[in-house]
Nanobody, 121 residues
Framework: VQLQASGGGLVQAGGSLRLSCAAS????????MGWFRQAPGKERELVAV???????NYADSVKGRFSISRDNAKNTLYLQMNSLKPEDTAVYYC????????????????WGQGTQVTVSS
């Protein structure tokens, strides 16, 4: 199973980025998938998750600015990030679970390599 994240980069505060995560080796349409991030010196945190039925959940810090979605036909996960802030700077990871409902980091079994997002002030 491979998860390939892409779309990170350097952006000014207030800008937007769209992250993509292409999955192969396993179909995730019936399982939860999520985006996580880890800033230097901090623990990895959940950013957004999407469950098999399409329902979503977001960290309070990104609500109203980020949007998670999935294209089951392409087995691809997305994260649209708008109104980016310097505190959003981190390595972003996509992950897939073996459960349809997985609200915490420990419930994700498959991880991508991460993509760096840097937001300048």
């Amino acid at each position: 199973v491979q998860l390939q994240a892409s779309g990170g980069g350097l952006v000014q505060a207030g800008g937007s980025l769209r992250l993509s995560c292409a999955a192969s080796g396993r179909t995730f349409s019936r399982y939860a998938m999520g985006w996580f991030r880890q800033a230097p010196g901090k623990e990895r945190e959940l950013v957004a998750v999407i469950y098999s039925g399409g329902s979503t959940n977001y960290a309070d810090s990104v609500k109203g600015r980020f949007s998670i979605s999935r294209d089951n036909a392409k087995n691809t996960l997305y994260l649209q990030m708008n109104s980016l802030k310097p505190e959003d700077t981190a390595v972003y990871y996509c992950a897939g679970s073996s459960r349809w409902y997985a609200p915490s980091t420990s419930e994700y079994d498959y991880w991508g390599q991460g993509t760096q997002v840097t937001v300048s002030s």
